[in-house]
C-alpha cells in the first residue's frame, strides 16, 4: 500500500484555494490540476509498503508531540524553476516547528527503515503538473527552458500576491493514496495529535 504522512488543510483555506483555482485554471488547461478536496501538507512520502508494516508506522508516530506554530499560506510558484516549469505551486509560510516536525516524523520512520528524505524540508501545495514528462519538483537531467505555465505565469504577474489564509495544526495524519487514471483517491488510516 502507498503511504505518506501530512497536515490537513482548514476548510477556509480550502474553499480560498478552490476559488483561486477556478480564477486560473483556464490559463492552462493542459496541465493536471489538483482537486481541492485531495490538498494536503506533505510531511512525509512513505511510498509503497506491506500491509503489515501500517502498525508498526501507526506506532512509531504515536509519540510524535512535537507543537507546530502559524502557517500562512500564501504566494505562488514554479518547480524546477519558473522557466522550467513542471509543477505549479502555492508557498507556505511558518516558524521552524514545521520543519522539526518532518524532521522528527522523518526520524521515526528511518528507524523503520525507511529512507530518509535527502533534501531540505520544502512545504507548498501542490496544484498542477504539466502534462507529459514527469511530475517531479527536482531538476532532472534534459529539463530545459519550457513553455507548460507561460500563459499562467503572464496572467498572474499582473495580479496580487494571492493570500489564502493561516492555520495551526492540532494534528497529523497518516495516509494511504490510491492511484488511478481519475486521479490519487486519498484515505486516513490514523490521526495523531500535536501539542
Sequence with gaps: ?????????????????????DGVRNFCPDARWVRPESLHVTLKFIGEQPDEAVEKIKQALTDVSDTTAEIKFRGYGFFP???SARVFWIGMESGPQLAQLAAAIDER???????KEDRAFSPHLTLARATGGSGSPRWRKGDGPNRAFSYLQEK???????????????EFFLY????????SKYTKLANFALG
Design 1 to 21: 500500500m502507498r503511504l505518506f504522512i501530512a497536515l490537513d488543510i482548514d476548510d477556509p483555506i480550502r474553499d480560498r484555494i478552490a476559488r483561486f483555482l
Design 81 to 83: 524553476t519558473s522557466k
Design 109 to 115: 520512520m528511518a528507524k523503520l527503515g525507511i529512507q
Design 156 to 170: 498572474l504577474s499582473a495580479l496580487p500576491v494571492p493570500e489564502f489564509g493561516t492555520m495551526t495544526p492540532r
Design 176 to 183: 494511504q493514496s490510491q492511484l488511478s487514471p481519475k486521479g
